[in-house]
């Protein structure tokens, strides 16, 4: 592939390497904030089942996955 | 298994533990196991390995983008610039409601394992210690069965350009059982 290719490819979004890289990203940063909003929330008060509902998942998924480091 | 292992393999594990925590990384590896015995000049297997010209530095060097550091770094940043994030921006609202740090506070303090081949390459150890009449796994027994499992490790020494089979031979005769 020449050059012009790879910049083509990286531009439109279609280079998988990139695109996948910045998926990964994404999810680190989502996963990132979620932890820290979780820890706010329980600070404050919030029952495991009103997070789990902002959040849209079960509350035995969001308990699973943050009992017991909070 | 851990109870046969001489203090300083016991070590070596621990320490190759602390060596992938403080490079960021969750999966720890023969690689680390390797920086580890050569950062501890490890005595069963550290004039093995000078004599090899294997040191920390080139070691580190030669492990640099095997393991993918588990919090939001450099590389996270330009591939969310690509989507038009700013993780500068992001970084600077969230500390400015919750204080320095606080994005990566958020980033998950997962447990450490060993890696498959990490795993394995204890199991060859056992072996190797078995097989040369040691009665407890020794650091040499460790070494040699990162040389056997061929993961992390192995491919380092190897990009290092060592002679294994003479390092294999030095650790075979360095303890008489």
Do not use: K
């Given at each position: 592939m020449t050059e012009m290719d790879d910049l083509a490819a990286a531009a439109s979004g279609t280079d998988p390497e990139t695109g996948l890289r910045a998926a990964l990203a994404l999810r680190r940063l989502a996963d990132s904030l979620e932890r820290?909003?979780?820890?706010?929330?329980?600070r404050q008060g919030w029952?495991?089942?009103?997070?789990?509902?902002?959040?849209?998942?079960?509350?035995?998924?969001?308990h699973k996955k943050y009992a017991?480091?909070? | 298994m851990f109870e046969r292992f001489t203090k300083q393999a016991r070590l070596a594990v621990t320490e190759a533990y602390a060596a992938a925590g403080?490079?960021?990384?969750?999966?720890?590896?023969?690689?680390?196991?390797?920086?580890?015995?050569?950062?501890?000049a490890d005595p069963a297997t550290g004039g093995a390995l000078a004599a090899?010209?294997?040191?920390?530095?080139?070691?580190?060097?030669a492990m640099a983008g095997r393991h993918r550091p588990d919090r939001l770094g450099a590389e996270d940043e330009e591939a969310l610039r690509?989507?038009?994030?700013?993780?500068?921006?992001?970084?600077?609202?969230?500390?400015?409601?919750?204080?320095?740090g606080a994005l990566d506070k958020g980033t998950r303090k997962a447990r450490q394992h060993f890696t498959k081949d990490a795993k394995k390459s204890l199991e060859l150890a056992l072996r190797e210690a078995?097989?040369?009449k040691h009665r407890s796994i020794g650091a040499e027994d460790l070494l040699l069965g990162i040389i056997r499992a061929e993961g992390d490790g192995y491919e380092v020494l190897r990009d290092l350009d060592v002679d294994l089979a003479a390092l294999r031979r030095a650790l075979e005769s360095g303890r008489a059982a």
């Open positions: 820290l909003q979780v820890t706010n929330a329980r029952s495991w089942q009103a997070i789990a509902a902002a959040l849209e998942v079960s509350r035995q998924a969001v017991r480091e909070l | 403080e490079l960021g990384h969750r999966q720890v590896g023969t690689d680390h196991v390797l920086l580890a015995l050569v950062r501890e090899a010209g294997v040191d920390a530095d080139r070691v580190r060097a690509s989507l038009g994030i700013d993780l500068a921006a992001v970084r600077e609202r969230v500390e400015a409601a919750f204080g320095p078995v097989r040369l």
